[in-house]
Structures are given as C-alpha cells and as structure tokens.
Nanobody, 122 residues
Framework: QVQLVESGGGLVQAGESLRLSCAAS????????MAWYRQAPGKKRELVAV?????????TIADSVKGRFTISRDIAKNLVFLQMNNLKPEDTAVYYC??????????????WGQGTQVTVSS
C-alpha cells in the first residue's frame, strides 16, 4: 500500500509565502504524476497544480494561482512541493496531495493524502 503525507500548512498573512511538501511511501511502487488539489469550505475540490514524474516532466498550473504557485518534485525521494507566494485570502483551503501510482499488488490508482490546512488572513 502507498501513503501520502502532506506538511507545511499554516496560518499566514496576505502576501506571505508557504511551501507544502508531500511524501509518498510504501513498497514497490512507481509514480506517474503528483498533484495538489484544494478545497475551500462550501466549495468543490479543485486542481491547483500537477507535475508528471516520468519522461517530459509536464507541469499544469491552475489559472487562479499561475504566477504565484510553483510545483516541483524530487523523484529520488518521492516528494512533491508546492511553493505558494503572494498568498491571498481566497487561497484559504485544505490542500491535498494526489498521486497517480502503480504498485505490483494493486495496479495503477490515484492516492490521496490527509490534507493540510492553509489559512491566509487579510
């Protein structure tokens, strides 16, 4: 089985920065892509950023955070990061790590972390 664990959330003021981390752990797995989603109270979960981890290293960033957020990864350590700069109150949400992973026992599936709260005060 695979586990995703996020860290780095917290309470910041508008204009400040945070860096989220997500670590994938388990045995005999291969990661195809890792992503960050967020869900604000009363709203649907939305994609923030995704990065592939094989071959071309494609990156997709949501328009709402483009120019402020950056996604990166450390393939060797099975880590993905979300650097969030110039945070705004509307960025307040629970941020979830998501990964497209293949395991020898379970095939290819999407896995979710438990989420980390990001709160931006005005």
């Amino acid at each position: 089985q695979v586990q995703l664990v996020e860290s780095g959330g917290g309470l910041v003021q508008a204009g400040e920065s945070l860096r989220l981390s997500c670590a994938a752990s388990g045995s005999r797995f291969s990661i195809y892509a890792m992503a960050w989603y967020r869900q604000a109270p009363g709203k649907k979960r939305e994609l923030v950023a995704v990065i592939t981890t094989r071959g071309s290293n494609d990156v997709t960033i949501a328009d709402s955070v483009k120019g402020r957020f950056t996604i990166s990864r450390d393939i060797a350590k099975n880590l993905v990061f979300l650097q969030m700069n110039n945070l705004k109150p509307e960025d307040t949400a629970v941020y979830y790590c998501n990964a497209d992973i293949a395991t020898s026992d379970w095939g290819r599936n999407y896995y979710w972390g438990q989420g980390t709260q990001v709160t931006v005060s005005s």
